[in-house]
């Protein structure tokens, strides 16, 4: 009995691949994610508010917070996830979002992050994986600012918006073609 509710060791991720409504909706869907958060990280202000954030000059990034069981998903299964399900050759751009608070970006949180996402980024580089060089910021953690209510857990709330049906949907279409053994199973 004991066995079934051992004590499992979260860690943490703060990714940015451009709208934040975007990747949430990816990194929700994943086996090993306990949970995900919008909000902001890189930038010059504590607190700041979304009206704040759109207008480019905190410096900040529209971020996720991912909290993950290390034995069930990895944190290179979650860059591979990142890489794939956003462009990282687009500086302070995703498709129709740009701004420097779009910018691809691993705010990493250990030395062992940090070099796990270098890695990844060499191996992509020299696999040529990508036609362009990747611009993605890797950078120290050093804030995260949860975003407003509103902004949590959008695309499952408002699916039928024209954003989430052109910008998202295609997103979630690559994540379950490319990564099905790694999605939640309910």
Known sequence: ?????????????????????CTEAVFQRLDGVEK???????????????????TGRTGHAEAIQISFDPDIISFNELLLIFFA??????????QNDVGTQYRS??????????????????????E????????T????????YKAEEEHQDFY????QQPYCQF???????KLNKLFSDKLKKN
Request: net charge negative; charged share 25%; proline share 3%.
């Open 1 to 21: 009995m004991e066995e079934n509710f051992k004590s499992r060791k979260l860690e943490t991720a703060t990714l940015a691949g451009g709208c934040f409504w």
């Open 105 to 126: 970006a691993i705010f990493y949180h250990s030395e062992e992050q940090e070099m796990q996402a270098r890695e990844i980024i060499d191996k992509l580089e020299a």
């Open 36 to 54: 995900v958060t919008s909000g902001f990280s890189g930038g010059t202000i504590k607190n700041p508010a979304y009206r704040e954030i759109i």
């Open 156 to 159: 499952n709330q408002h699916r």
């Open 128 to 135: 040529k994986v990508f036609k362009d060089l990747i611009v």
């Open 137 to 144: 910021e890797v950078t120290e953690f050093s804030a995260f």
């Open 167 to 173: 910008i998202i949907d295609p997103k979630i279409t």
């Open 85 to 94: 399900t956003h462009d990282p050759t687009t500086l302070n751009r995703q």
